[in-house]
């Protein structure tokens, strides 16, 4: 598994010609035109292996402190670099980087209850608020 630390990760408002071809056109429509929207694009030793869209949607003060509610539009890992353990890096580098008290992902997948992206945003420890609903929620204490 890879380890978030190892990841370079470049923040950006659009994706270029050649993070369009390893991510994706879907990843590149992002509308980044809010304050609270941000694209990470990560690599590991120059190629690109993935990329996040993020809105840092409302905070808390938290006995002092300022903590973030984060929503995560969409996250791609490169179709070459997919069972490798970058899809856990680039969480767990949002949930490093940035001090975050929960993380919610509109989880749109064919199969909700039983499709490898849904595994996955369980294993991070996810779940699903309610059964009418695709969004996922993970509270993180610190």
């Known amino acids: 598994m890879k380890n978030y630390s ?25 509308d980044t035109s809010t304050d609270t929207r941000q ?24 006995q002092g402190e300022i903590y973030l509610g984060v929503y995560i539009g969409k996250i791609e890992v490169a179709r070459k670099c997919r069972g ?4 856990r890096a680039m969480v767990e580098w949002l949930l490093k980087r940035y001090n975050i008290f929960q993380i919610e ?3 749109i997948a064919k199969n909700i209850d039983g499709g490898a992206a849904y595994r996955f945003w ?12 695709t969004l996922m ?6």
């Open 39 to 62: 694209i990470f694009v990560f690599r590991d030793g120059g190629r690109i292996v993935g990329g996040m869209s993020v809105d840092f949607e409302t905070h808390r003060l938290i």
């Open 105 to 107: 992902i509109s989880h």
């Open 6 to 30: 190892e990841l370079e990760v470049r923040a950006v408002k659009r994706l270029n010609k050649k993070e369009i071809g390893c991510l994706g056109e879907l990843m590149n429509r992002m």
């Open 122 to 133: 369980r294993r991070m420890g996810f779940w699903k608020r309610d059964a009418s609903t």
């Open 137 to 142: 929620t993970r509270v993180v204490l610190k």
């Open 84 to 87: 490798r353990g970058y899809g």
